[in-house]
Nanobody, 124 residues
Framework: QVQLVESGGGLVQAGGSLRLSCAAS????????MGWFRQAPGKEREFVAG????????HYADSVKGRFTISRENAKNTVYLQIYSLKPEDTAVYYC?????????????????WGQGTQLTVSS
């Protein structure tokens, strides 16, 4: 059974940094594409970053380029999202997702597996 478990969220002051983790289990993810999405209250879920597990090639939403860094650690089957210079508008539930043979990495419909999400709240 595939499981994606996010952790690392919390309450952080603006300007600070935080690292979110996504522990993946239940299958070999080396052929998968891993994405991070976020959903703020009253808004649609949006793509923020993604990584091809095999090649390490990354993609970022324009709105987070330069502040977000996605990475993976093969030995721990874990994907990370490092966030710098946090802003109040980064407040959202952050979700980890996995998909295979993805064409459109920014689309929620491209991903088969989802975690339960972790709440990040940035105070001003």
């Amino acid at each position: 059974q595939v499981q994606l478990v996010e952790s690392g969220g919390g309450l952080v002051q603006a300007g600070g940094s935080l690292r979110l983790s996504c522990a993946a289990s239940g299958r070999t993810f080396s052929s998968y594409y891993m994405g991070w999405f976020r959903q703020a209250p009253g808004k649609e879920r949006e793509f923020v970053a993604g990584i091809n597990w095999r090649t390490g090639i990354t993609h970022y939403a324009d709105s987070v380029k330069g502040r977000f860094t996605i990475s993976r650690e093969n030995a721990k089957n874990t994907v990370y999202l490092q966030i710098y210079s946090l802003k109040p508008e980064d407040t959202a539930v952050y979700y980890c997702a996995a998909g295979y043979a993805i064409v459109v990495v920014t689309s929620v419909n491209s991903y088969k597996y989802w975690g339960q999400g972790t709440q990040l709240t940035v105070s001003s």
